[in-house]
């Protein structure tokens, strides 16, 4: 394909798959569920799943195999840049106060389903683990893959419910965002691993360790004092540049560990504090050009990579709702348990769990991943798709039913930006 040719397709996917996920974003929303599933659900729409499936020769013209490796690209810089607006949103100082009051919890909703995704890796893997990947690089990343929680989409939930400000909100959202550091964490590690199988993972992870270290106790304190220099003065294009250019530079320095690039993106984001006229102007200069344009990128090669016919048969959505059964139980589950154990009423225990559960687009961007390392294979990744996609959905209504105030809130809102 000519290059002139392969930039007409590529943003006439890109166009595509932004409209379709404004549309079904305000559908989902419309119906309770927050609007990135809407996003998901289209960028699978408009992959083999269904258009390919409904029709192969409009999927062929407007997503054919050429334009993947371009998607692919655009959609790394997208979720690099997300990733960093995460960290920028990540309120350091309300993970220190109350850290030691969630820190059992946070790491129960890791540990449970953690050792539940290892356990079943061992089941699955003579039909699902790629046959020439490690077994213990697979049970691993399977643990982590079902260990995940989508802080930011957990976090639009409760705002949407009006929850943010409660009692439950508060220990929701340090909970998800104490456990995702320790998976992603986690992820680091195993990634860090499965780029050194042909030596030792003893370096990469020494370097993930101290490269970290780096960061919040050298680079955050001339951060914090560059930020209160700057809330006197207007955020000018030069700043915003130059922190989008540290952004990239960490995310290379954590390629080139060999961690992924997504990390780094993610450190330089907390180095900087979350409330500082800095913070406020990156989201509003570069929020919307990510969620609306970027990501949609990734839903789309996201989608593009996830076959629904891969698991047609009786046998795969069975292994699918085994899947989506152990994720739920083991996040619910030990959330659950360690709420009840540290005090907690069953309601908001249970209310806990539920909220916990939320996966969302956290959970694609481990997924990808993981296939790009070949730790999975496609048939795995849509099944897990899946479950990130039921599991969310699940949020919501659950909440509504445990939390009936939370209903009552959402109908009395006027509708948001999406958010993902």
Known sequence: MQPADLLWHLLLALAAVVITGRVLGRLFRFIGQPPVIGEVVAGIAL??????????????????????????????????????????????????????ATIT??????????????????????????ANVPFMHFVLFMGVAMAITAFPVLARILADTGLTRTDLGRLALTCAAVG?????CLLAFIVGVVQSRQGSALLPSLLTVGYIALMFTLV??????????????????????????????????????????????????????????????????????????LLPAFFAFAGMRTEIGLIANASGWLTCAAIIGLATFGKFGGTLAAARLAGHEWRTATSLGVLMNTR????????????????????????????????????????GVLVPEATLRRASISPQPSGS
Do not use: K
Request: negative net charge; glycine residues 6%; proline residues 6%.
């Open 180 to 184: 995702d550091v320790t998976a992603w």
């Open 220 to 293: 955050r304190p001339v951060v914090v004092r560059w930020c209160r220099r700057l809330d006197a003065h207007a955020i000018d294009r030069d700043v915003i540049a130059a922190v989008i250019v540290l952004a990239l530079v960490s995310a290379l320095i954590t390629e080139w560990i060999g961690i992924h690039a997504i990390f780094g993106a993610f450190l330089m984001g907390a180095v900087i504090p979350h409330d500082s006229r800095l913070a406020r102007a990156l989201e509003d200069r570069i929020e919307n050009l990510v969620t609306i344009l």
């Open 360 to 399: 969302g687009l956290m959970e694609l961007i481990v997924l990808n991943v993981g296939l790009d390392l070949g730790v999975i294979t496609p048939t795995l990744f849509t099944m897990m798709v899946v479950m990130a996609i039921v599991t969310t959905m699940a949020t919501t209504p659950l909440l």
């Open 47 to 100: 992959g083999p799943s269904l258009l390919g499936a409904v029709s192969p020769d409009a999927y062929a013209f407007l997503l054919p195999p050429a334009v993947a490796p371009s998607l692919g690209l655009l959609s790394q810089l997208g979720v690099a840049l997300y990733m960093f607006l995460i960290g920028v949103e990540l309120d350091t100082d309300v993970l220190r106060g109350q850290l030691r």
């Open 105 to 130: 919890i946070a790491q129960s909703s890791i540990v449970v389903p953690f050792l539940l995704g290892a356990a079943l890796a061992v089941v699955v893997a003579p039909a699902l683990a790629p």
